[in-house]
């Protein structure tokens, strides 16, 4: 039997190169999967008694594999049982295509059945398959996202990308700054929390033979920057 295959390309990111011939029957399958219970041993006996026994669907076995739903001996993981809830299905699908496929979604946030001549170029570059290979494989991840929860696979993110742009500031107190420097609400010094970027902050020091108040100036910055 085949074993899935999967390309990591850095961190969080991978490509399943696992392809079915019958992709127009990927809905029918896992909506019999989801009518029915998971077994102890995914087998291609089990795949003849929810009917399909054709050899055509025995690749759906490492598909599964690949998506998580089974582990390499053929058990059913928690994820295969959790898509048997109907209020799931769709977000799970969903989360093991973005686990499974992310390198497809570097290249194309929200990608579509348009976008099928660059998903097979992907694997064609990916794997050296040939044109029959990569399209096989691009067809079965459209048909795959089919069934997911769109609100799951593109909203998700988004939503992740737009809190990490909002900038977090934090004011210095102005209890620890000198006199002439608090009572100008405009020189209070402003700066964001988010220590991944990278700001160039410059500090104007007072010019005072007090060792306090350049003591109290850098505790400020120390808990508001890095604490």
Aim: proline fraction near 7%; charge should be positive.
């Amino acid at each position: 039997m085949q074993q899935p295959c999967a390309k990591v390309v850095g961190n969080n990111m991978a490509l399943l190169n696992q392809s079915v011939q019958v992709t127009g029957q990927v809905p029918k399958f896992f909506e019999t999967l989801r009518q029915g219970q998971a077994p102890d041993k995914f087998s291609r006996a089990f795949l003849k008694d929810i009917g399909f026994a054709s050899s055509n669907y025995l690749a759906f076995i490492p598909l599964l594999k690949g998506l998580g739903f089974l582990t390499p001996d053929g058990t059913p993981t928690q994820r295969y049982r959790d898509f048997l809830d109907p209020t799931q299905s769709g977000r799970i699908i969903a989360e093991a295509i973005k686990e499974a496929y992310s390198d497809i979604f570097i290249i194309k946030s929200q990608p579509t059945k348009s976008d099928r001549k660059a998903i097979t170029g992907k694997y064609k570059s990916a794997f050296n398959l040939s044109e029959v290979g990569a399209e096989r494989a691009a067809s079965t991840f459209l048909a795959l996202l089919e069934l997911a929860d769109e609100k799951v696979l593109y909203a998700a993110k988004s939503q992740n990308q737009s809190a990490a742009a909002e900038p977090k500031e934090v004011p210095i107190s102005p209890e620890v700054l000198p006199p002439g420097v608090a009572s100008n609400p405009q020189s209070l010094v402003s700066v964001p929390r988010d220590l991944k970027l990278h700001y160039n902050i410059q500090i104007h020091l007072p010019a005072t033979k007090d060792v306090e108040v350049y003591n109290a100036i850098f505790k400020s910055l120390r808990e508001h920057l890095i604490d």
